[in-house]
């Protein structure tokens, strides 16, 4: 099975090789052996773009160097890109290049460019991130969810958080768990605020349940304030331990946040992500 590095890299290699083609994120994220929501996620942690941005940039630098050394014509170049219609490339390469695409071809414009990105070896690295290998056996969850974009989620998620606990599910769940689930096939994914299953309680009819099978988890601890102790670690699982990890594959479509009960003072708070592995 390949690592990590080389699956972003076929991946990047193959968006490259297909610029000018309808580009399905599922395809490219079979590129590198993960769904698409880890691809997502991993991505966006190691590059600081969403798949989307990056691909949108690098078609519109393609095509600035296109309308400047060709003699295409910008609907042209603006189909040959993706784009429905000539005002909507114009909108995004005015956003992009500052100018508008029939400027390039009068000359003397200043036009950015945006390089493709590549794997680099370097020696980084040498800094503790703490996580144990646990089997939990399953369980059935309930709570309440909502749709989150990965783009935004670091910012949306502790505002649905907020919005849950003043509300009157707030009292039904008290938040044991944080699940964020695999859409399947887009950078959107559900995040389910959780308890345990109890079969003797009487629920509202508007919750919903989530079956979580017996699994083995990469558990890692997160100490400190909400919620940026767990998005610190939660980048850093993603842009450092599993790409640079060649003994554990990610096992299933979602992963869990567990929380402890707050304590008085915020600032020691723990909880935990569990991500579920298989070994390679």
């Not at 909502?146 to 938040?175: A, L, V």
Request: glycine share 8%; charged share 25%.
């Amino acid at each position: 099975m390949q690592g990590w590095s080389e699956g972003i890299s076929a991946a990047l290699e193959y968006i490259e090789n297909n610029l000018t083609e309808k580009l399905d994120a599922d395809v490219i994220a079979a590129q590198a052996n993960v769904s698409n929501f880890y691809f997502q996620k991993i991505f966006c942690a190691l590059s600081g773009f969403t798949v989307g941005e990056y691909i949108r940039n690098r078609r519109l630098s393609q095509a600035a160097g296109e309308l400047t050394f060709g003699n295409e014509k910008v609907i042209d170049v603006a189909l040959k890109y993706g784009y429905d219609s000539p005002d909507s490339f114009t909108r995004a390469f005015c956003r992009f290049h500052g100018v508008t695409p029939s400027c390039v071809s009068k000359g003397n414009v200043e036009l950015k460019y945006f390089a493709p990105l590549k794997i680099k070896l370097t020696l980084e690295g040498g800094k503790m991130l703490e996580y144990k290998i646990v089997k939990k056996a399953q369980f059935t969850a309930i709570g309440i969810s909502r749709k989150f974009c990965n783009d935004t989620s670091y910012c949306e998620i502790p505002k649905f958080w907020n919005e849950h606990m003043q509300s009157e599910f707030g009292k039904e769940i008290c938040g044991t768990y944080g699940i964020c689930i695999d859409n399947g096939g887009c950078k959107n994914f559900t995040y389910l605020i959780a308890d345990d299953y109890a079969p003797w309680k009487e629920y509202s009819g508007d919750l919903e349940m989530k079956y979580i099978p017996e699994h083995t988890y990469a558990v890692f601890p997160c100490r400190g304030k909400l919620p940026e102790s767990l998005q610190t670690v939660n980048t850093k699982i993603w842009s450092e331990w599993l790409p640079a990890c060649n003994e554990f594959a990610i096992a299933d479509n979602f992963n869990i946040e567990y929380y402890a009960p707050l304590g008085e003072n915020s600032e020691e708070d723990y909880c935990e992500i569990w991500i579920p592995v298989k070994a390679v």
